[in-house]
C-alpha cells in the first residue's frame, strides 16, 4: 500500500508565502509523476504543478512565476514553494502519485493524499 501525507497548508495574507510538502510511503517500485492539484469550493479539482521521474516540470498557467515544484527523490517527498499567493489561490490542495507500480509487473494506480487547506485572505 502507498500512502502520502501531506502538510504546510494554513492561512496567510495575500501577498504571502506558503511551502506545501508532501511525502509517499510504501511498496513505490516506479511512478510516472508527482503532482499538486487543488479544489476550491464549488469547483473541480485541477492541476496546479507535476513534475516526472525525469525531472520535467509542468505547471497551470494560474501557477507560473509564482509557484515552484520539486522533488527529493531520497525521501520520496515532493515540495510546492507558493508565493505571491493570491485570495483566488484558496483551496484545498491535493499531492498525487501517478501511475504507480509496487512490483515491476503489477498495475499500475493513481494515489492521493488526504488534502491540506490554504487559505490566502485579502
Known amino acids: 500500500q502507498v500512502q502520502l501525507v501531506e502538510s504546510g497548508g494554513g492561512l496567510v495574507q495575500a501577498g504571502g508565502s506558503l511551502r506545501l510538502s508532501c511525502a509517499a510511503s510504501?511498496?513505490?517500485?516506479?511512478?510516472?509523476?508527482m503532482a499538486w492539484y487543488r479544489q476550491a469550493p464549488g469547483k473541480q479539482r485541477e492541476l496546479v504543478a507535476a513534475?516526472?521521474?525525469?525531472?520535467?516540470?509542468q505547471y497551470a498557467a494560474s501557477a507560473k512565476g509564482r509557484f515552484t515544484i520539486s522533488r527529493d527523490n531520497a525521501k520520496n517527498t515532493v515540495y510546492l514553494q507558493m508565493n505571491s499567493l493570491k485570495p483566488e489561490d484558496t483551496a484545498v490542495y491535493y499531492c498525487?502519485?501517478?501511475?504507480?507500480?509496487?512490483?515491476?509487473?503489477?498495475?499500475?494506480?493513481?494515489?492521493w493524499g488526504q488534502g491540506t487547506q490554504v487559505t490566502v485572505s485579502s
Open positions: 498525487n502519485l501517478d501511475r504507480v507500480r509496487t512490483t515491476l509487473k503489477s498495475s499500475e494506480y493513481s494515489y
Open positions: 510504501g511498496s513505490i517500485f516506479s511512478f510516472n509523476a
Open positions: 513534475i516526472t521521474g525525469g525531472g520535467s516540470m
